[in-house]
């Protein structure tokens, strides 16, 4: 079975990076990283934040993500809450911190509405920003095509992840600094079979990165059957 990986963060997900300037140029750090696993023919999801997209993300999407699929990463990434505090939101929820299912739901849909216009666009993954989420969140994905919710296992059990209730949903979790890290240090553990998760904004931070990413990917065509 050909391992996904897992690519977070479109447009991106740290706003104070982004407001420090990788608003003017995360179309083509992005367009770099994913041209690698196009490439390599190697799957992959990327996770979108619907909300925060700006004028051309759609057309740039359509234009670049042929041999992956785009799926929901939450909504806005929790950049309504405060940013500098971010971390002390985790234990409740992340971005879903205090929403109620009524207000999960009209975000779901306003996300959905923008990501139909993405013909990769498939609604069956669904990845929480901070690999934090809250029950209602569950409860209203239940009753979505949604069929997998990805998180880590850095706050699986402190935060009650793995008591939650996950109908007919299935975790996928990944390993935290295992196979959920830089991918310069995820290759070394590609033997462990959880999600490969990755985040394009800090692993292009590196200046080697895209060799980063084609060393990944020549690994894991070793080991795809």
Not at 127 to 132: E, G, M, T, V, Y
Request: glycine share 6%; charged share 25%.
């Amino acid at each position: 079975m050909k391992r996904i990986v897992r690519i977070d963060d479109f447009p991106h997900g740290d706003l104070s990076m982004f407001s420090r300037g990788d608003c003017m140029y995360y179309r083509q750090k992005v367009a770099a990283g994913l041209e690698v696993f196009e490439k390599n023919d190697i799957p992959y999801i990327l996770g979108a934040s619907a909300l925060l997209f700006q004028s051309g993300d759609i057309e740039f999407l359509n234009s670049t993500v042929k041999k992956g699929k785009v799926v929901l990463h939450g909504f806005n990434h929790g950049w309504n809450l405060p940013w500098d505090k971010i971390t002390s939101f985790w234990r409740g929820g992340g971005e879903f911190f205090n929403l109620s299912t009524d207000d999960i739901s009209e975000r779901y849909q306003r996300s959905v509405e923008i990501l139909k216009n993405v013909k990769s666009f498939s609604e069956e993954d669904f990845i929480a920003p901070f690999n934090c989420y809250t029950q209602e969140l569950l409860d209203f994905l239940k009753d979505t095509p949604v069929k997998r919710i990805h998180t880590s296992d850095e706050f699986w059990e402190s935060y009650g992840l793995d008591k939650m209730e996950y109908y007919s949903m299935t975790p996928a979790v990944s390993k935290f600094k295992v196979t959920y890290d830089d991918a310069h240090k995820v290759v070394n553990h590609l033997d462990d079979p959880s999600q490969i998760t990755l985040h394009w904004c800090y692993d292009a931070q590196r200046p080697n990165w895209l060799s980063d990413y084609q060393t990944l990917c020549t690994e894991i065509k070793k080991r795809n059957v």
